[in-house]
């Protein structure tokens, strides 16, 4: 079936080239086609590679929460050794490459919170974020305002997402860098008892791994915060 | 790796650049030629052509000597592409080419 448009395509602006090419890219560019021409990988690795990339979500570092939730010696093993603990939950972060894709060569730690400490993760140098247990990070997140601001107020920048602490908590704020990767292991709600791990990863959402928020029994972050 | 930085790289970097400063790369927003680079870097790695922590490895020893006004953003390009030159696999000459046959067909009115 064919589908007809309803606008005039001469309205639309053409597409302008902004000014002057970046020089990075026309040579990520030339080099990928000349990897691709002398076959070193196809340009279907490529875009599968990119695809799979791009489409890891927060849903393995959600079940690390939940499984260290109802396990306390996968817990301490969590926060003992996060690259080794992750495997459990079936991300092995040298794989498949060998280390540590798509997010490169790293350690991870898994911060935990308690009712005095809240840590909260940023990465003040570029946008270094830990992507197989969380996927890509949000726009926010690589912000210069965030990256700037959260190592110097992190009270007022978490009191704009709604989170307020009293002088009772200690904010703890993690700075990532090229080898280090970190990610929150928030505090289970009230209202979980005798939740399933499935049940319990699903309230332990994105922001709430970063520090930005906290899991709520009623929250899952799946379907719009007005469709209830 | 070489000892001596290639000038087909030396030419991709403006030299109206603004220097690193302390805090190098606080205003920068990754741009999707960097996600491209990234999967272009892992799938060397994947098709053993050249092998992610080498690379990371050249990364931090070129980056900070033979590239060192390099953005830190602009170094897996900078270093994959000048340790596949140093293997022999690609020639500066057809580097050069491609970039400027890529950099016309991007610029296309």
């Known amino acids: ?228 | 790796m070489g000892s001596t930085p290639y000038r087909i790289l030396l030419d991709a970097l403006d030299p109206g650049a603004p220097a690193e400063t302390d805090l190098p790369e606080l205003d920068h927003t990754p741009d999707p030629w960097e996600s491209s680079m990234q999967a272009t870097c892992e799938c060397l790695s994947w098709r053993g052509t050249l092998d992610n922590l080498d690379r990371r490895h050249a990364e931090d020893a070129l980056g900070e000597t033979l590239y060192h006004d390099f953005p830190v953003h602009t170094r897996p390009a900078v270093v994959t592409a000048h340790e596949l030159l140093d293997r022999g696999v690609i020639t500066e000459e057809e580097l050069r080419a491609r970039m400027d046959a890529v950099r016309a067909r991007l610029t296309r009115q």
């Open chain 1, 1 to 228: 079936m064919t589908r007809t448009h309803d606008h005039d395509h001469d309205a639309h602006a053409a597409i302008q080239s902004s000014s002057g090419v970046n020089e990075f890219e026309v040579l990520e560019q030339a080099v990928r086609e000349l990897a691709i021409e002398k076959g070193l990988f196809s340009a279907e690795d490529h875009r599968r590679f990119s695809e799979w990339a791009e489409s890891i979500g927060p849903s393995g570092g959600s079940k690390l929460v939940a499984k260290a939730w109802v396990d306390p010696e996968f817990n301490a093993r969590l926060l003992a050794d996060g690259t080794e603990a992750c495997k459990e939950v079936g991300i092995d972060w040298l794989d498949p490459t060998g280390v540590g894709t798509p997010s490169d060569y790293t350690y991870f730690y898994v911060l935990e919170n308690t009712p005095t400490v809240h840590n909260v993760i940023v990465c003040t140098l570029c946008s270094c974020y830990p992507r197989p247990v969380l996927g890509m990070s949000p726009d926010w997140y690589r912000t210069p305002h965030y990256r700037r601001r959260l190592v110097r107020w992190p009270r007022e920048v978490l009191a704009e997402f709604g989170l307020h602490f009293g002088p009772d908590v200690e904010v703890r704020v993690h700075d990532s860098n090229q080898k280090s990767r970190f990610m929150v292991m928030p505090m289970r709600p009230d209202g979980t008892e005798g939740w399933t791990e499935e049940q319990l990863a699903a309230i332990v959402t994105r922001d709430t791994m970063i520090g930005v928020a906290q899991p709520k029994a009623d929250w899952t972050a799946t379907s719009s915060p007005s469709a209830g």
